[in-house]
């Protein structure tokens, strides 16, 4: 066992009946990050994959967040190449938030936070998209990227990376990466319970009055190169909400106040012309704010995007369990976890319907374009969950059927299929249809009758009319199912009366 396997099994303590590999193809994305094929294994996390990551044998991936949506540990993800380790180092320190910088494979950043305890994952997912929006990745990805998973359905969070692996993926120190010794201490002294976690507060100097964080941050830090003309418009949304009466005043003294340099006096007047036209909501999704985005408290905000301009939602992470039809689950940022179906992914329409019914919440319809690519980039960092075959529907009615066929109560003789009796002649089992129906009613299984009768199709199952008595009788049979009791005396076959 390595000697820091026992801290990191408590620093990075998360769902321990899953865990995730990454194996590196050699391939780097146009971003500068490293590509590879990651799967999710159904298989909890032990003392040997913890030493075999950490001498560098396998890497291992955490999920956060527990069955009961608790979490120890979370992380800012900063896919940004390459990333300026000392200056954010520096700024993490000079804003004294919770979080230790880590280098990832590709060398972007991981933004770790430890906790004392248990804490709610939406809690700890609030704070770190608070944390991320000040330190100017509002756009990150957070983990745990659920708030809640619906484990009764077979719904699992998504796992990240960790650190150290093979004495890679270090952690930034003020005099430069820190061995593995030295980062088990700090990571130990930065350890928040979930009282302080509640009480932590943000140094955002408010300077425009109840408005969005994000403009709050840029106008103390300053508007990038080439974003002026855009940062001008938000500010001037801002001066419409606040100053009804007299915002195109407001709109001269931001850019002389709040621009470096200010733009010119033609360029103010065509923002002023272009807020004229109609109301505006802020460009939350352009430069230079979304990187400053943080909308759960920009809700809050008298002059933010306010709680009914909801807009799209930000979306986690997207889960497909491989059931027959699959099952797929959407984490909504600020909502809650979805249980979806396919057509609620290809139809906005539908999620909407979705959003209403289990969030209370009733996002915009995109265009289909915007849906479609909005689908098309989750659908490139699914998770997905492998199901036992026996767990599917079509496993679970198939068991049925055998369970129906092959128990106490068959039939003797063909007579028996009028009693409701499952009849084997011939290696074959005979039944009928709606004393099938009958068992799984009394089974408590509901299957759309179409889908029973393909999934029995697929059994090679045949249909027959049998003259019975001088009765009519439409049946199916489908190939005899192996014996589970073997002692068991198979009856004696009478021929079959075909009509």
């Not at 590999?21 to 003392?47: C, H, I, M, Q």
């Amino acid at each position: 066992m390595h000697p820091q396997t026992p801290d990191f099994m408590v620093l990075f303590a998360g769902y321990n009946k899953v865990h995730g590999v990454y194996k590196l193809t050699g391939d780097v994305e146009p971003s500068g990050k490293r590509k590879g094929k990651a799967a999710t294994l159904k298989e909890p996390v032990t003392v040997d994959m913890w030493t075999d990551h950490l001498t560098g044998n396998q890497g291992l991936g955490v999920v956060p967040i527990n069955e009961l949506s608790l979490v120890k540990f979370g992380a800012i993800d900063v896919d940004v190449y390459p990333i300026q380790f000392e200056e954010l180092y520096a700024k993490i320190e000079t804003l004294s938030l919770p979080l230790i910088l880590c280098s990832t494979k590709s060398e972007g950043a991981h933004l770790y936070m430890f906790l004392k305890e248990w804490v709610p994952a939406s809690l700890v997912q609030e704070r770190l998209r608070a944390f991320a929006a000040i330190l100017g990745f509002g756009d990150s990805e957070i983990f745990p990227r659920q708030t809640t998973i619906i484990e009764s359905r077979g719904d699992v969070g998504q796992w990240i990376n960790m650190p150290y692996f093979g004495g890679s993926r270090m952690a930034m120190g003020k005099d430069g990466f820190l061995e593995i010794e030295e980062f088990v201490k700090v990571a130990y002294s930065k350890q928040l319970n979930q009282k302080e976690l509640e009480s932590f507060q943000l140094p955002i100097q408010e300077i425009l009055p109840s408005g969005p964080p994000c403009l709050q941050i840029l106008i103390k830090s300053g508007f990038p190169p080439g974003t002026r003309n855009n940062g001008l418009f938000n500010l001037g949304i801002y001066a419409r909400k606040s100053n009804p009466d007299s915002w195109r005043n407001l709109v001269e003294e931001y850019n002389n106040t709040f621009m470096d340099p200010p733009l010119s006096m033609t360029e103010v007047l065509g923002v002023i012309k272009s807020l004229d036209k109609k109301d505006f909501t802020y460009l939350c999704k352009q430069q230079p704010i979304i990187q400053y985005c943080n909308q759960e408290r920009c809700r809050t905000c008298e002059h933010g995007i306010g709680k009914h301009d909801i807009g799209m939602p930000r979306f986690g992470t997207l889960t497909k369990l491989t059931t027959e039809p699959p099952i797929w689950f959407l984490e909504v940022e600020g909502g809650g976890r979805l249980e979806l179906t396919t057509e609620d992914l290809q139809s906005p329409r539908s999620f909407q319907k979705v959003c209403i019914s289990a969030l209370n919440i009733m996002p915009s319809l995109p265009k289909a374009a915007e849906w479609e690519d909005i689908i098309r980039r989750l659908l490139q960092t699914v998770t997905i969950i492998e199901v036992p075959k026996e767990a599917t529907p079509k496993g679970q009615l198939i068991q049925h059927l055998e369970d129906f066929c092959t128990s106490r109560v068959q039939g003797k003789c063909h007579d028996d299929l009028l009693l409701g009796k499952p009849w084997l002649y011939d290696r074959r089992h005979f039944f009928r249809m709606k004393d099938f129906l009958s068992y799984l009613d009394r089974q408590k299984f509901r299957m759309d009758m179409n889908m029973i009768a393909a999934y029995i199709k697929d059994l090679n199952a045949q249909k027959h009319f049998f003259n019975i008595k001088g009765k009519g009788l439409n049946c199916y049979s489908v190939p005899e199912f192996a014996m589970q009791n073997e002692s068991l005396e198979a009856p004696v076959q009478p021929n079959p009366p075909f009509a």
